[in-house]
């Protein structure tokens, strides 16, 4: 048997059974994609500094996300991420370029996106099951079905114990599961997230990646993801747009083919995926270089 050639082929059969990741998503013929929900063309922001001193915080920076996908913005501190999502979120303005939702410029905030930034931000005279109601009633759900879904969502983010609660009175990993839960429960057609897990302990980190990505599968919401954490990245995204700084570019693009399309259900099955391993070590590596 010619081993180099055994090598040399597609390893996708190998490895555990996939059963319980799901069906791979259905290939879309050539041609035939549709066009993106979300599209970054040429973004550049400059700041202006004391002294009138420029800071370029990105550089003619381009992606694209199609609808239903999870796109991770990835790069280490200071590379624009956080500028950028802002800038997708109509939070602030580019210096050149353009930021597409459905075809048409993003300006301003729109209610079609949900937001969970670093900074927790809830309403402080609001219990936790109203402030994860709070969207629902603006969106005109009636009171009966806005209590259940609120309900469900703190249940998945593990905080019913302190549903009554206000947010002062809780520790910062639970007001961002606060967040979270009040991001998801609105259900909006794009979800951008500012390193949404970052305040949480390791293990309850896994378990709201492993419930975004459960949520994700089910819906039909687009989301962005801001991460420094590229475990976090290989989990949850279909394409990672890797950035590198001074200024902030667009390194690489990687699509994560080896998940077939599929969201992934636990971290063990993505550790245990063929090809899982190759694609970490080279998103380390980009890490590595634009750190040195
Ligand atoms: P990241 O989220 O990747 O850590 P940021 O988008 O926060 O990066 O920042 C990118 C660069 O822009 C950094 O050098 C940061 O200091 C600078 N920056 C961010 N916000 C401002 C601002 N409001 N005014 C001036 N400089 C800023
Ligand atoms: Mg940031």
């Known amino acids: ?5 055994d090598l040399d082929r597609p390893r996708l059969d190998r490895g555990p059974p996939l059963a319980a990741v799901g069906p791979p998503a259905p290939r879309r013929s050539a041609g035939a994609s549709p066009p993106a929900k979300l599209v970054a063309r040429n973004v550049s922001k400059v700041y202006t500094l004391k002294r009138n ?33 802002r800038i997708v979120a109509g939070l602030d303005q580019a210096s050149e370029g353009e930021v597409l939702l459905d ?37 005109g759900v009636p009171r009966k079905e806005r209590r259940e879904r609120a309900e469900e969502f703190i249940e998945r983010v593990q ?3 302190v549903k009554d609660a206000y947010p002062t009175q809780l520790s910062g990993g639970m007001k961002q599961r606060v967040a979270i839960a009040r991001m998801l ?20 980190r896994r378990s709201m990646q492993e419930l975004l990505n459960e949520v994700i599968a089910k819906t039909e ?18 394409r990672i747009v890797f950035m590198s700084r001074h200024p902030g570019r667009v390194r690489e693009i990687i699509p994560l083919d080896f ?6 259900s636990t971290h063990e099955q993505l550790f245990a995926l063929p090809e899982y391993a190759a694609y970490e070590s080279h998103i380390f590596a980009l890490m590595r270089e634009v750190t040195a």
Not at 259 to 264: A, E, L, M, N, T
């Open 1 to 5: 048997m010619d081993i180099a050639a």
């Open 53 to 85: 001193d420029k800071l370029l915080a990105l550089d003619h920076v381009s992606f694209s996300v199609r609808k239903n996908e999870i796109v991770s913005l990835l790069g280490p501190s200071g590379c624009g991420k956080s500028t950028l999502l």
């Open 103 to 139: 075809g048409n410029p993003i300006l301003r905030p729109t209610r079609s996106c949900g937001m969970v930034f670093q900074t927790y931000t809830s309403f402080p005279w609001l219990t936790v099951r109203k402030n994860v109601e709070y969207g629902l009633k603006i969106n």
């Open 159 to 161: 905080l019913t114990r």
């Open 185 to 204: 429960a609105n259900e909006p057609e794009i979800a951008l997230m500012d390193e949404p897990f970052g305040a949480l302990d390791a293990e309850t």
């Open 221 to 238: 919401m687009t989301v962005v993801l801001v991460t420094h954490d590229i475990i976090e990245a290989l989990f949850l995204s279909d």
């Open 259 to 264: 998940k077939q399309g599929r969201k992934i």
